[in-house]
Every structure is written in C-alpha cells, then in structure tokens.
C-alpha cells in the first residue's frame, strides 16, 4: 500500500515577446492538502487566475508518495 505523503503544483504559461520568442513563466506550490482531488486542484488554479490576473496553460501534479 503507498500513501501520498507530499503534493505540489505547478502552474505555466508561455509568454513570447516582440520578436516571437517564447519563455515559460512558472508558479510552484508546495504542502497541499495530499487528499485534494483533481476537481479541487483545477479550482486552486482558477483562484490563483483569479488573484493574480494571469492565464496559465498546464497544471502539473506533483506527488511524493510512501511505499509502505
């Protein structure tokens, strides 16, 4: 049996400037709720849309888990 012992996010989007080049901008979350479901993460997501007044295109999960 293995248990999820750490959970993180990370939230990207690609921005390109002038001449067309693109550069990945990142925000990193650490110590979530380890029993959040995906529904919960995308609703984390779209507050921190929200409060920061940025679109982010991935949402990656990152999880640590136990081997027991």
Do not use: P
């Not at 993180?8 to 989007?13: F, I, L, N, Q």
């Not at 080049?21 to 990193?28: C, G, I, T």
């Not at 984390?44 to 940025?54: D, L, N, R, V």
């Amino acid at each position: 049996m293995s248990t999820i012992s750490q959970l993180a996010v990370t939230m990207s989007r690609t921005l390109y400037d002038k001449d067309g080049k693109a550069s990945q901008f990142k925000r990193h979350f650490t110590n979530l709720n380890t029993e959040a479901t995906t529904e919960q993460l995308k609703s984390f997501k779209s507050i921190i849309e929200q409060i920061t007044g940025e679109h982010f295109d991935k949402l990656e999960v990152i999880k640590t888990e136990a081997i027991n």
